[in-house]
């Protein structure tokens, strides 16, 4: 069983930046593809980033192409989330997801979850 835990979430300016961290547990960190999730107040869990479990293969979605960035430390267990260029859309909660044998945008190929971090940009 793995576990994650999401942390530096906050309240930041528009323009401002972030850094999320997902702490993962277990030895076989390295083996899953890791991925964030953000889902705003009455909407849908959407999906932000993927990246492979090497770290060399990464994929955006289109609403963050370009401000946000996706890295992983298998060394410590750890992928991170660097927010910049923040807007008040990207207003959510924060997931870290983990998927054993899959690699994509479809939340339902994810095995484990975080409990979310709080991202609130103001305008």
């Known amino acids: 069983q793995v576990q994650l835990v999401e942390s530096g979430g906050g309240l930041v300016q528009a323009g401002g930046s972030l850094r999320l961290s997902c702490a993962a547990s277990?030895?076989?960190?390295?083996?899953?593809?890791m991925g964030w999730f953000r889902q705003a107040p009455a909407k849908e869990r959407e999906f932000v980033t993927v990246?492979?479990?090497?770290?060399?293969?990464?994929y955006y979605a289109d609403s963050v192409k370009g401000r946000f960035t996706i890295s992983r430390d298998n060394a410590k267990n750890t992928v991170y989330l660097q927010m910049n260029s923040l807007e008040p859309e990207d207003t959510a909660v924060y997931y870290c997801a983990g998927a054993r044998k899959y690699y994509g945008r479809d939340s339902s190929g994810y095995d484990y979850w975080g409990q979310g971090t709080q991202v609130t940009v103001s305008s």
């Open positions: 277990g030895r076989t960190f390295s083996s899953y593809a």
């Open positions: 990246i492979s479990g090497s770290g060399g293969s990464t």
